[in-house]
C-alpha cells in the first residue's frame, strides 16, 4: 500500500527567504508520480508542481521547485523568494503510473506562514 | 479550466439521518473521487470511481456509500450519519497526472 509522510506540521519564515518542506513516501510500483498542492486560506486545492519518478531532472514551476531523491523515497517542496500569498496548507501526494490504478494519497499537510 | 462544482456547500445533519453529497463535473474526466479533510490527517479517500457505473473503495469507506451514475455526477452517501462523520468533503476529479477539485462540502452532523 502507499503512504505519504509529511513531519513537519506548520512552518513559519519569512517573506523573501526560502523554505523547504519534506515530504517521504512508500510505494511498491516502480513508476509513480509525486505532487504537491496547496490550500489557501479560502480552502481551495489546486495543484502545483508535478514529479514524475521516471525523470532524474527536478521539476520546476515558477518560484516552485521540488528536490527528488528517489534512494531516499523523498519529495521535498522549495519556494525561494517566498511572499505573503504562499501562506497556504501545502500537501504531497502520490500516485501509482500505467497499472490502471489511479488511486491519489496525501500526506497530512504543512501549513506555511509567510511573514512580512 | 476544469470545473469541478459540489453541493451543497454547508449541510447540517442529524444523527441516523440519510445525507446526499453531489459532485458534477464538466471535465469528461474518467476518474472521480471523494476525499475527507480532518485535522491532523489531511485528506483521506473515501471513494473513487473509473467511471459510469463503477465504484471503488478508498482508505476510509465505511459508513459511506458511493454513486456514480454518469460521467459527470458522483455522489457520496451517508446512509445512517454519525456525528463523527462531521468533516470538510472534497470532490474531485481528474487524469492521471492531475487533479482537480471541488470547493468543498462543510459536513456537520448533530
Known amino acids: 500500500a502507499q503512504k505519504v509522510t509529511q513531519t513537519q506540521t506548520s512552518i513559519s519564515v519569512m517573506e523573501k527567504t526560502t523554505v523547504t518542506m519534506d515530504c517521504v513516501y512508500e510505494t511498491q510500483d516502480s513508476s509513480y508520480f509525486l505532487f504537491w498542492y496547496k490550500q489557501t486560506a479560502s480552502g481551495e486545492i489546486v495543484f502545483l508542481i508535478r514529479?514524475?519518478?521516471?525523470?532524474?531532472e527536478n521539476a520546476t514551476v515558477g518560484h516552485y521547485s521540488l528536490n527528488f531523491q528517489k534512494p531516499k523515497s523523498s519529495i521535498g517542496l522549495i519556494i525561494t523568494a517566498t511572499q505573503i500569498e504562499d501562506s497556504a496548507v501545502y500537501f504531497c501526494?502520490?500516485?501509482?503510473?500505467?497499472?490502471?490504478?489511479?488511486?491519489?494519497?496525501f500526506g497530512a499537510g504543512t501549513r506555511l506562514k509567510v511573514i512580512a | 479550466e476544469a470545473a469541478v462544482t459540489q453541493s451543497p456547500r454547508n449541510k447540517v445533519a442529524v444523527t441516523g439521518g440519510k445525507v446526499t453529497l453531489s459532485c458534477n463535473q464538466t471535465n469528461n474526466h474518467n476518474n472521480m473521487y471523494w476525499y475527507r479533510q480532518d485535522t491532523g490527517h489531511g485528506l483521506r479517500l473515501i471513494h473513487y470511481?473509473?467511471?459510469?457505473?463503477?465504484?471503488e473503495k478508498g482508505d476510509i469507506p465505511d459508513g459511506y456509500k458511493a454513486s456514480r451514475p454518469s460521467q459527470e455526477n458522483f455522489s457520496l452517501i451517508l446512509e445512517l450519519a454519525t456525528p463523527s462523520q462531521t468533516s470538510v468533503y472534497f470532490c474531485?476529479?481528474?487524469?492521471?497526472?492531475?487533479?482537480?477539485f471541488g470547493a468543498g462540502t462543510r459536513l456537520s452532523v448533530l
Open positions: 470511481s473509473y467511471g459510469a457505473g463503477s465504484t
Open positions: 474531485a476529479s481528474g487524469v492521471q497526472n492531475t487533479l482537480y
Open positions: 501526494a502520490m500516485s501509482p503510473v500505467n497499472t490502471g490504478n489511479y488511486k491519489y494519497v
Open positions: 514529479q514524475d519518478s521516471y525523470k532524474k
